[in-house]
C-alpha cells in the first residue's frame, strides 16, 4: 500500500506541473481579404504563434533573416524573432489568391531588460519602449551614476542601439567654498660693533669694523673723530638700537658704535571665495589684477603681455550619486614680489610669490577637505669679525659683529562642497544695502559719513550688534 500511495503521488505532482506550465498564447489575426491585417509584434529571439480566421494554402516572408515562419495547420502559424528589424508575411488561399499581408515587426526583448532594470535601481522612474531595432530610455533619474547604470545595462540587449532620453532630478549645481589661510612670522637678531682711532700713534685714521661696515670711509671716521673730548659717533645705517661711545685718553681718540637690533614681523593672508557651477561644467573665478610684461617679438618690437595674479580659483564638480560630489579643483595665491627684479631692454620686472594646487577629490553635500598645506621654517645664522682681535676674550666682542634669522610660513587650503538651489532675488542682501548715503545736513552739521538704515531684509542684517568677537582664529 504504501508503495502505491508513493506512486500516486508521484502521478499526481506531475500532472500539477503539466498542467502549470505555460502553454504558447495564439494571436489570432483578423484577415481582410485582399488588405493588410494588423501589425505583429515579435521578441526577438522568442516565438509567437498565430491563428488566421480564413485556412491560407500558402505563406511566405519578406525577409528571412528577420523572422522564421512554419505552419503548424492551415489556420496555425508560428513565427520566430531571429533579428531587429520589419519584414512582410503573405498569406495566400488555396486558388492563389491573396488572404492578407501582414506586418511584421521583430524588436529586442525589453520585458527581461525591464526586470533587470527595476531589480538594479529600485524606485527609479524609467520608461522604456523601442524604437526600430533599438532601446529608448526616457523619464527622470535620481543620479547621473544611476543614469550611466542604465545605459551600461541597456547596451548588453541593444549595442549601439540605445536612445538616451532621461533626465536627471534632483539638485545639479554645486557651490564651492575655499579657504586660503596662509600665516608668516619673521625674527631677525643682529649684533653689530665697530672701533676708531686717531692720535699721534696712527698717520692716518683708523677704523676697525666687525663685519657691518659702520665706518665705512675717512669721512664718517673724520666726524665721529673731531678731537674733542666728547665725540658724537654716527653710523650710515639709519638702523635703531645703537649705542655710542667717544672718548680720548692722552693724545689719542677712540669712538665705539654698538648696535644691537631684534625685529619680529607677523602677516596673516586669508581669502574666502565661493562660486556655483552645473554639474559637469567648468567654473573659474579671479580677484586680484594684471601686470604688464614687456615682450619681445621676433621682429625686435616690444609687446605688453599681462600676466594675471591675485585669487584664482577653476572646478568642475561632478554630482555622481545622490548627494555624493567628485571635483576637479585647482586653486592658487599668487601676488608681486617687490624683493626681486628683473632688468631687461630698459624694463624693470617685478617676480611673483605664487602657492598652487590642483587635485581630484570626491566629498558628499557640507563635507570640507584639507587639501593642501605647507609648513616652510627657514634659519639663518651669521657671525663675521677681524681676524685674530674677534677672538680675544671680551675686547674681541668689539671687532664681531653676528645675526639671526628665522621665518616661518604656514599655508592651508580648505575647501568645502555644498549643493544648492536657486532662490528669488528678495532673499539676498548686498554689502551696499546696508548702508545708505548720509544727506547734507547729516553729513555737515552731525558729521556722519553712513546714513540711517535702511528698510527690509539689509536694514535687520546692518542693525546687528557686531562688538563681540567674530571671523576667524588662527592658532
Request: hydrophobic share 40%; charged share 20%.
Amino acid at each position: 500500500m504504501s508503495v502505491f500511495k508513493y506512486l500516486s503521488a508521484a502521478l499526481l505532482g506531475f500532472s500539477v506541473l503539466a498542467t502549470s506550465a505555460p502553454a504558447p498564447q495564439a494571436q489570432t489575426l483578423h484577415v481582410m481579404t485582399g488588405a493588410t491585417s494588423r501589425d505583429l509584434s515579435v521578441a526577438m529571439n522568442r516565438a509567437v504563434v498565430v491563428e488566421s480566421d480564413t485556412p491560407f494554402a500558402e505563406l511566405s516572408i519578406a525577409n528571412p533573416s528577420i523572422a522564421d515562419i512554419s505552419t503548424l495547420s492551415d489556420r496555425t502559424i508560428y513565427v520566430l524573432g531571429k533579428a531587429p528589424g520589419r519584414t512582410t508575411l503573405t498569406l495566400l488561399g488555396p486558388d492563389g489568391r491573396l488572404i492578407t499581408n501582414v506586418e511584421v515587426r521583430v524588436a529586442p526583448d525589453i520585458a527581461e531588460f525591464k526586470e533587470r532594470l527595476q531589480q538594479i535601481l529600485p524606485g527609479e522612474k524609467i520608461e522604456v519602449r523601442t524604437a526600430n531595432d533599438g532601446i529608448v530610455l526616457s523619464g527622470v533619474v535620481s543620479s547621473m551614476a544611476r543614469l550611466d547604470r542604465a545605459l551600461d545595462l541597456a547596451e548588453r540587449y541593444a549595442p549601439e542601439r540605445v536612445s538616451n532620453l532621461m533626465s536627471v532630478g534632483g539638485t545639479q549645481q554645486v557651490m564651492l567654498k575655499v579657504r586660503f589661510a596662509e600665516m608668516e612670522r619673521s625674527v631677525t637678531k643682529n649684533l653689530n660693533a665697530s672701533l676708531a682711532m686717531q692720535g699721534g700713534l696712527f698717520s692716518n685714521n683708523l677704523g676697525l669694523n666687525g663685519g657691518n661696515n659702520v665706518f665705512t670711509d675717512n669721512s664718517q671716521i673724520n666726524n665721529a673723530l673731531d678731537g674733542a673730548t666728547s665725540t658724537t659717533v654716527t653710523s650710515s645705517n639709519s638702523s635703531a638700537g645703537q649705542l655710542s661711545v667717544g672718548f680720548a685718553a692722552g693724545g689719542v681718540e677712540f669712538a665705539v658704535l654698538l648696535e644691537a637690533l631684534e625685529t619680529k614681523g607677523v602677516v596673516r593672508t586669508l581669502a574666502e571665495p565661493n562660486l556655483t557651477a552645473l554639474s559637469g561644467q567648468e567654473a573659474k573665478f579671479l580677484a586680484g589684477g594684471e601686470y604688464p610684461i614687456p615682450v619681445v617679438d621676433s621682429d625686435g618690437d616690444v609687446a605688453i603681455e599681462y600676466k594675471p595674479f591675485g585669487v584664482e580659483m577653476s572646478f568642475t564638480p561632478r554630482v555622481v550619486d545622490q548627494d555624493i560630489i567628485n571635483l576637479q579643483l585647482r586653486a592658487a595665491v599668487s601676488g608681486i614680489d617687490s624683493s626681486i627684479s628683473v632688468v631687461a631692454n630698459g624694463f624693470s620686472v617685478n617676480a611673483f610669490r605664487r602657492r598652487e594646487t590642483s587635485t581630484v577629490v570626491e566629498m558628499r553635500d557640507g563635507e570640507s577637505f584639507a587639501i593642501a598645506g605647507l609648513l616652510e621654517d627657514d634659519f639663518q645664522d651669521l657671525n663675521g669679525q677681524v681676524p685674530w682681535l674677534g677672538d680675544i676674550p671680551i675686547l674681541g666682542t668689539l671687532f664681531r659683529s653676528a645675526s639671526y634669522t628665522r621665518e616661518q610660513s604656514e599655508l592651508v587650503i580648505i575647501v568645502t562642497a555644498h549643493l544648492v538651489t536657486p532662490t528669488r532675488g528678495e532673499a539676498f542682501a548686498l554689502p551696499t544695502d546696508r548702508i545708505r548715503p548720509p544727506t547734507e545736513s547729516e553729513l555737515f552739521l552731525f558729521g556722519k559719513t553712513v546714513g540711517g538704515e535702511r528698510a527690509g531684509p539689509a536694514g535687520e542684517v546692518a542693525s546687528q550688534d557686531f562688538t563681540g568677537s567674530y571671523g576667524y582664529v588662527l592658532e
